[in-house]
Each structure stands twice: as structure tokens, then as C-alpha cells.
């Protein structure tokens, strides 16, 4: 695979995107940088690069779309990863927004189910227990080989 590879992310809740991209790094040559320990990284090296993020208020993390909008050079091919509690809905538009100020190709998305615990949710304990499952992480994996 791709040694020219780099997935931005923010995980910081349940760590469950975090699980996803810890698949894909096992079984694939990918740097992972995660925004809240890495205020900068040159990217220009890259040839593809992923932002991954928890959904929050149906959008990506705010700290990897500032991230994104600071430190994504023009041109690149990107995609994208994100786990959310809410089943319904495509929540992707945040980031896309800023791939295509950048003149970036989008090569793909890839959503799945996450345990949710933020904002209201805490109060009934959590939604989507048990996400991503096995099943999901796989497909996860399988959606950064069919890039």
C-alpha cells in the first residue's frame, strides 16, 4: 500500500475512530497525527491524507477542521473516516467544505456507528453501545484498501 499516506484525527471521547485507524495502521503503511498532540505537521510530503473525527453537532471535530483549514495544501487527495452515535445523516460536509477551497480530490468517506456519550446523551447513558464492532473496523480497513 501506499506509503505516502497520512490520517489526521481527533479522538478523544471513547477513542472509538481511534479504533478504526488503529486497524488500518496494523495492516497498512499510514502515518497517523493526532491533532490535539501535533499543533502542526507538514503535510506536503504526502501523497493522500485523511481527516478521521468523532461527529459532533453533526460535524466533524472543530479542532481538526481548523487543523484541516490551516495546514491542508492544494491539490491533494483526500478522504474521509468518522464514527457517530446518530445513524442518520451524512455528516461529511464540514470537512469536504475545506477540500475543496484546497482544490482537493475526494477519494471517499467512510461512516460508522460509535458510542456517544456528549451533550444530552450522557444523561440517558450513552447511544450506539458496542460501536464500531468488529464488523464496522473491518469495513474500515477494507474502505482504505479500495482507495
Known amino acids: ?21 488503529d486497524a488500518i495502521a496494523a495492516a497498512n503503511d499510514v502515518t497517523l ?4 498532540k501535533k499543533p502542526s505537521t507538514d503535510l506536503t510530503g504526502f501523497d493522500r491524507i485523511g481527516f478521521a473525527s468523532g461527529i459532533y453537532y453533526s460535524s466533524f471535530a ?7 483549514s490551516a495546514y491542508l495544501p492544494e491539490g491533494k487527495d483526500v478522504f474521509f473516516l468518522s464514527t457517530q452515535g446518530n445513524p442518520l445523516g451524512s455528516f461529511f460536509g464540514s470537512i469536504r467544505k475545506i477540500a475543496k477551497q484546497k482544490n482537493c480530490r475526494e477519494l471517499g468517506c467512510y461512516g460508522c456507528l460509535g458510542f456517544d456519550t456528549f451533550g444530552p446523551f450522557k444523561l440517558v447513558g450513552g447511544i450506539s453501545k458496542g460501536h464500531p464492532t468488529e464488523e464496522e473496523i473491518d469495513g474500515a480497513v477494507s474502505f482504505y484498501r479500495s482507495l
Open 1 to 21: 500500500m501506499d506509503s505516502r499516506t497520512a490520517i489526521v484525527y481527533y479522538s478523544t471521547h471513547h477513542g472509538n475512530t481511534k479504533k478504526l485507524l
Open 33 to 36: 497525527i493526532d491533532v490535539t
Open 62 to 68: 472543530k479542532p481538526l477542521l481548523s487543523y484541516a
